[in-house]
């Protein structure tokens, strides 16, 4: 590589698309040929602080938009201006990337088509508190959470599923069924989305 990275950088804030490994630095998105060892600046930008990705979209916030990326053509698909006035926390691509959320400082949230880059909806599913995490277990479901609250929905039915109050939120992890999280390093919690008992695993 042409650049010196800091390891837990390129772990934090990395991602694959074929034989390609795109990293995030304070110049912007670059793209590393694991085959040949190459390296080069897909797109130029300081502020790829909230970003995510999902097979050939590369979605970011920047100045009240939404800016999408078509990551095989490598061209700009679109972009698509936020009605929130808070500042964007958080985003996340759907498991199938039909759709991707957004978060606000606000407690709002947003929800895109990547098909018809339009809003479906927005809501307020932890009030007044900024959105921390926000991540998909499907399609129909979105779990988000603030520091000290995690929250399912279901997106169909605008019915909350799960709503719970913790402290010291750590790390939260959202499967088909589970919402995982850690309150501190020593063990994990297992909420389940549609009904049924939490578990608790010592680590």
Do not use: W
């Not at 085959?35 to 797109?43: K, P």
Request: some cysteine.
């Amino acid at each position: 590589m042409s650049q010196q990275y800091d390891i837990k950088k390129i772990a934090s804030n990395a991602f694959f698309h074929k034989e390609y490994i795109f990293t995030i630095n304070e110049s912007g998105l670059h793209k590393f040929n694991i085959a040949n060892s190459s390296e080069s600046c897909y797109l130029e930008n300081s502020n790829l602080n909230i970003f995510d990705s999902c097979g050939f979209l590369f979605v970011y916030v920047e100045n009240s938009e939404v800016v999408l990326h078509n990551l095989n053509r490598e061209i700009l698909c679109d972009n698509i201006p936020l009605k929130n006035r808070s500042a964007a926390t958080c985003i996340s691509f759907s498991k199938s990337g039909v759709l991707f959320a957004i978060g606000f400082e606000d407690g709002q949230v947003s929800i895109f088509s990547t098909l018809t880059k339009t809003l479906i909806n927005s809501f307020s599913i932890i009030k007044e508190q900024k959105i921390e995490h926000i991540s998909f277990s499907s399609d129909e479901v979105l779990v988000a959470s603030s520091s000290n609250i995690v929250a399912a929905i279901n997106l169909l039915e605008k019915v909350v599923l799960k709503k719970i109050e913790v402290k010291n939120l750590k790390n939260i992890v959202t499967t088909l069924n589970y919402i995982i999280y850690s309150l501190d390093s020593n063990q994990l919690k297992f909420e389940p989305i549609n009904g049924g008992e939490s578990k608790s695993i010592p680590v």
